[in-house]
């Protein structure tokens, strides 16, 4: 998502748990929203159960959370405005939040409902792509 040059929004609808939670931080500033009932959900990655998986195998997965756990912290802390050590010792346990605690968390800047202004600025994909000149051929 940071690495076009589009506005990104983001919309929380429902319940955003964990990477999705994270997307929904990372949109742009601004433009990341929660509907009145949605609730964010912050955790820290699970390790899947390991069976009769050898201790290797073992070792090579919990190397692998470890470090997806390392880059979930550093995302949301850079779009949060959190600290790293703030939010690691937040995901050691889910936490639920409504869409005003999220607000207060950083990871949305607004609640919007449906006939909200912000959701009719949002461009249908023909128009985006008439204001980045794209040409669309008809079939003839």
Request: proline share 4%; glycine share 8%; hydrophobic share 40%.
């Amino acid at each position: 998502m940071k690495y076009i040059g589009n506005e990104i929004y983001t919309v929380g609808t429902g319940v955003a748990i964990g990477q999705a939670c994270m997307l929904l931080s990372a949109g742009q500033k601004g433009k990341r929203f929660m509907t009145p009932h949605a609730t964010a959900m912050l955790h820290q990655p699970k390790v899947p159960s390991t069976g009769e998986r050898q201790a290797t195998e073992v070792q090579i997965k919990w190397k692998e959370v470890k470090a997806q756990k390392e880059v979930l912290v550093k995302i949301l802390s850079e779009t949060t405005g959190r600290s790293a050590s703030k939010v690691e010792q937040d995901i050691q346990r889910p936490l639920y939040m409504t869409a005003r605690d999220a607000i207060a968390y950083g990871i949305a800047d607004k609640i919007i409902d449906k006939p909200s202004e912000t959701i009719d600025k949002v461009l249908s994909t023909g128009d985006w792509d008439t204001a980045a000149g794209l040409v669309q051929k008809s079939i003839a």
